[in-house]
């Protein structure tokens, strides 16, 4: 019933404004946009008091976040969180060489030069391996002072494969040029100090197992005379190398 009936139908609601006294049910959900809406309309379109959803204003700013909230400050929005990021770390070089480089000393003792006439033999006490692949590019430097004495021994650097030579710095071939590399040739009547740098390609050959490995060979006649010839290799005098893998490069 209406409230504050004077006159007419006691169950009728003024057009012109009333106040009931129980509720109004609807025939079903509004289909215009002056329709009164039913409860159940309003709470499945998200209106409704059944808790906060999560696409209100009042979910969207309680962020809970750090004014100071960086890369590095965790921070929650309600609905999810975020953990704090992991830091930037380089992956690999960009696409740049990596310059590979090993080196050494050798001072454990001079090294006599082999009387060994004609043959090219491998010295003991002088290898050096570097880690390589088929296509790398490897340079061989090295300084050393050499006593040739009174002997013509010739000398060479060598890419060694299971204790043989394979390819030497005279020629790049498997052959060794007849008086050998000529930065390490001889000079009869007093020691010399010498420097040289030896490049190759590395082919299937060329590898150790996963290594390029140098070694020195050296052929002559060598001398009676104990200690003569030699290559210097002390603390006072040492025998010094260095290989460095550039990886691939472009050679023209």
């Known amino acids: 019933m209406a409230v504050g009936y004077t006159s007419g139908d006691p169950g009728k609601v003024n057009v012109a404004g009333d106040t009931m006294t129980g509720a109004l049910t609807l025939p079903g959900p509004p289909s215009a946009d002056l329709h009164a809406a039913t409860k159940a309309y309003v709470d499945s379109s998200g209106g409704g008091g059944g808790g906060t959803p999560s696409d209100t204003v009042t979910a969207e700013t309680s962020f809970g976040q750090s004014a100071a909230a960086g890369a590095a400050t965790a921070y929650s929005r309600g609905d999810h969180t975020h953990g704090t990021p992991a830091a930037q770390t380089l992956s690999g070089l960009g696409g740049q060489q990596q310059l590979v480089v090993r080196r050494a000393y050798v001072t454990a003792g001079d090294i006599e030069l082999p009387n060994v006439g004609s043959t090219w033999t491998l010295l003991a006490g002088l290898s ?15 300084m050393a002072m050499v006593n040739p004495g009174n002997s013509d021994n010739f000398l060479d650097a060598a890419v060694v494969v299971s204790g043989s030579a394979v390819r030497y710095a005279s020629n790049g071939t498997g052959t060794p040029a007849s008086e050998g590399w000529p930065a390490l040739y001889p000079s009869p009547g007093g020691f010399r ?3 040289a740098i030896f490049s190759v390609v590395a082919e299937a050959g060329d590898l150790d197992g996963s290594n390029l490995v140098f070694g020195i060979a050296s052929m002559g006649p060598g001398n009676s005379v104990a200690g003569d010839p030699k290559i210097y290799a002390s603390s006072a005098y040492p025998f010094a190398w260095r290989a460095m893998n550039h990886r691939a490069v472009l050679l023209s």
Do not use: K
């Open 193 to 195: 100090t010498t420097g």
């Open 128 to 142: 050096l391996s570097i880690p390589a692949v088929v296509g790398d590019y490897v340079e061989l430097a090295l």
